[in-house]
């Protein structure tokens, strides 16, 4: 399984963007799905995660009211949205799955079993 993030970009202080994760070889309509990301410096950090049906959804306290996560099982994507963005959401985000017969919506990137590249977000000031 492979999982491609896209959808980073450019964005100005208080702009939007919108992630995408899609994967290839397999469909993950029955893993929980994650979003991480990484600034320069720093160490992984946990964004948000959400349920096979898309019912329930977990953030990152700091995070939360201003990104959302959703999932389209019929196209099998997962998506980020973005808003408010601050210059220190900065970072590259990643997507992750879970194994298909866990249900616990980890904050902890070692529990995703599927990893993908990440997309770049910049914010400008």
């Known amino acids: 399984v492979q999982l491609q993030a896209s959808g980073g970009g450019l964005a100005q202080a208080g702009g939007s963007l919108r992630l995408s994760c899609a994967a290839s070889g397999r469909t993950f309509s029955n893993n929980v799905m994650g979003w991480f990301r990484q600034a320069p410096g720093k160490e992984r950090e946990f964004v948000a995660a959400?349920?096979?049906?898309?019912?329930?959804?977990s953030y990152a306290a700091s995070l939360k009211g201003r990104f959302t996560i959703a999932r389209d099982s019929a196209k099998s994507t997962v998506s980020l949205h973005l808003n408010d963005l601050k210059p220190e959401d900065t970072a590259v985000y990643y997507c992750a799955a879970r194994s298909p017969s866990i249900t616990v919506l980890s904050r902890s990137w070692s529990q995703y079993a599927y990893r993908g590249q990440g997309t770049q977000v910049t914010v400008s000031s």
């Open positions: 959400i349920s096979k049906d898309g019912a329930s959804t």
